[in-house]
RNA sequence: CGGGGCGUAGCGCAGUCUGGUAGCGCACUACACUGGGGGUGUAGUGGUCGUAGGUUCAAAUCCUGCCGUCCCGACCA
């Protein structure tokens, strides 16, 4: 490619409304527009590298049997009304409707379009098990879309689902997976982890995340540092702590504390450690619809927090995990909620944090609005009715898997893979015949990965304060040849324009700064802010020495390269 | 959904408090100089000041509504 025919549409400054560092390299290399918030345009050098990652991820799924699809952004609410998440999907689905007042929704997903097609073309066990994706836009209306293509609202996602007709061989497929997934994000050049994760709102048992490390991530993950366990936060076990809990040696008293409400301001105000507290938190408990909720009280260690996922999951807390409001705090417990205790609640359910359980002499509120007791002890003055794992896991805690302690870092999902089990299929009726004649309802897997996202993941991963860095197998290009004073040097351009057209015609893509009069400073400046990975600068003083200047984007220093070996020299780095 | 910021040329911003000719830098066009890391000069192009209404002789500026956009929060217990 020439640049001379060519958008390169880079930015001398950062955009104002830019906050993290792949959405300000994205705008500022020319590789995407906003068009409103959450949507966005990819110009010619952006779309390179999307087309790239599709390609990576299309051979992966290609060589497991993956059968590619593509369906209908725009889907019939029938469908949903079938699986139930016309209901429950809430607003970030983006419901249409056409001329005839006909309700359609914009596909967040395809659960629900893929199991309309497969129930009505496979019919026998013998078909089983098939896999099918697609590469295709999906639009989710965020509640606040943000970092520019890493949470928008339209995205490139490649989907894929599995049909089977039993979980043994759900199992395989998840496994194949879970390696091409593997080998899809080493291919890009990423540093990621596998981890369990949670299945939110696609639903089903087993599921694993991918994330890329970054400190721009929205999740925490969780790693042990003995072993290769790693979870998301939100489905990472947080263990009893082991030992006898200590003995009841201090008596109950009542302490006035007036206005301290937070922990750390009741901390400091009693000069105890968060860790010899107890914070109590209302929660609605579950209910039928038109009768009033019950409370529930959810006990924590003042220095740990509430893991919501965790908690919902409890069959007596309500999902979504929704907070009392102090009006239902005042009316059950009469006091504010910066004094509630776990001591006499009368009739509130107490769920217990396993380390809060442990805990012996702690500080927690009286229940009483200024009032706090010190010296409290399980058993002897408040009861238990349960013991649940429902904090987040910190830092220094053990492992789940009692090998080591875990750290904590931020990731970036950029896949998901779910065994969804039969949730989809009994829904939609999707059965086939069995060996014995019978009717069974298909197993379903489903597997995402963010195309678009693992664009910004990368950048987030490989970048320096002159730009964009990109690993070879995602580069727009591969080599971008720089010339100086082409215009006034014949010699500089021959030797241009020949190593371009020998190249090009090998098949390495080569970007050719061929504008004349360029500046050297400004085309150097874009094939660095670009991030392609090699670069040549051609100019008389080297041609007249037989030497040309070459660049690797990662390293620091040229290299000078004598003439008559440039291009097997180039040849051996860049093709494949 | 709650809170806050911002909206003036493609981008980055000043001007708004205290109403009176629409500004600066980058980019862009032309020419000249320069020519091994975003160079210099001269001359230019480009703006319904987000939008609707109000106050006023006069509104980018004051008042009201709306829209857009970004950030933070949604755990005092």
């Known amino acids: 490619m020439r640049a001379s025919k060519y958008l390169i549409a880079t930015l001398k400054e950062t955009p104002a409304d830019a906050e993290v560092i792949s959405h300000q390299l994205m705008l500022r290399a020319g590789l995407i527009r906003k068009l409103a918030s959450g949507l966005y345009t990819w110009l010619p050098m952006g779309l390179r590298v999307l087309r790239k990652v599709e390609k990576i991820v299309r051979e992966e799924m290609d060589a497991n049997d993956g059968q590619e699809v593509l369906m209908p952004v725009v889907q019939p609410s029938e469908l949903w009304e079938e699986s139930g998440r016309w209901q429950q999907y809430g607003p970030e689905l983006l419901r249409i409707e056409d001329r005839h007042q006909r309700a359609f929704c914009l596909g967040p997903t395809h659960e629900e379009v893929i199991t309309d097609l497969i129930r009505n073309e496979i019919k026998s066990y013998k078909q089983l098990p098939a896999t099918f994706y697609q590469i295709q836009t999906k639009f989710r209306d965020e509640i606040r879309p943000r970092f520019g293509i890493m949470r928008a609202r339209e995205f490139t996602m490649k989907d894929a689902y599995s049909f089977h007709l039993n979980q043994e061989s759900l199992q395989q497929t998840y496994e194949t997976m879970f390696d091409a997934y593997s080998r899809i994000f080493s291919r890009i050049g990423l540093d990621f982890r596998p981890v369990i994760a949670d299945t939110g709102s696609i639903g089903g048992s087993a599921s694993h995340e991918f994330h890329v490390l970054a400190n721009a991530g929205e999740d925490d993950i969780a790693f042990s540092d003995g072993s290769d366990f790693a979870a998301n936060v939100e489905m990472a076990e947080a263990l009893a702590p082991t030992g006898e809990r200590p003995t009841a040696s201090e008596e109950q008293q009542q302490i006035a504390t007036p206005n301290q409400h937070s922990i750390e301001e009741l901390c400091a105000f009693l000069s105890v450690d968060a860790t010899q507290t107890v914070k109590t938190l209302i929660v609605l408990g579950c209910h039928d619809e038109g009768t009033p909720a019950p409370l529930v009280a959810l006990v924590l260690r003042g220095d740990h927090q509430l893991n919501e996922i965790k908690a919902e999951k409890l069959s007596e807390v309500a999902e979504p995990l929704q907070l009392a409001s102090d009006e239902q705090i005042k009316n059950a417990i009469n006091c504010k909620p910066g004094s509630i205790g776990p001591c006499a609640l009368n009739n509130i359910p107490v769920i217990v944090d396993r380390s809060a359980a442990h805990l012996a002499n702690f500080v927690c509120g009286a229940n009483k609005d200024g009032y706090h007791l010190s010296g409290v002890n399980w058993q002897r003055d408040c009861q238990i009715d349960q013991i649940a794992d429902i904090r987040n ?28 089990g039969t949730k989809y299929s009994e829904a939609l009726k999707a059965t086939v015949l069995d060996e014995d004649q019978k009717n069974t309802v298909m197993t379903m897997g489903c597997y995402g990965i963010g195309v678009s996202r693992v664009v910004a993941a990368a ?13 070879e197998a995602i580069a727009p290009f591969q080599l971008a040849i720089v010339p100086i004073n082409m215009h006034k040097s014949e010699a500089v351009r021959e030797q241009c324009e020949t190593l371009y057209k020998s190249l090009s015609d090998k098949g390495i893509e080569v970007l050719f700064m061929d504008e004349e009069k360029a500046r050297l400073g400004v085309m150097l400046a874009n094939v660095e802010l670009t991030g392609i990975p090699h670069r040549v600068v051609i100019g008389d003083r080297g041609l007249k020495e037989g030497k040309i200047e070459y660049k690797e984007r990662k390293q620091q220093e040229n290299e000078e390269i004598p003439l008559n070996k440039l291009e097997t020299f180039l040849e051996n780095k860049l093709l494949c």
């Open 393 to 420: 896991v910190l830092a220094g805690d053990p492992s789940p898997d009692g090998k080591g302690t875990l750290v904590i870092k931020r990731g970036i999902e950029v896949g998901h893979i779910f065994q969804l």
């Open 459 to 471: 950048i987030e991963q490989n970048h320096d304060d002159k730009g964009i860095i990109w690993p």
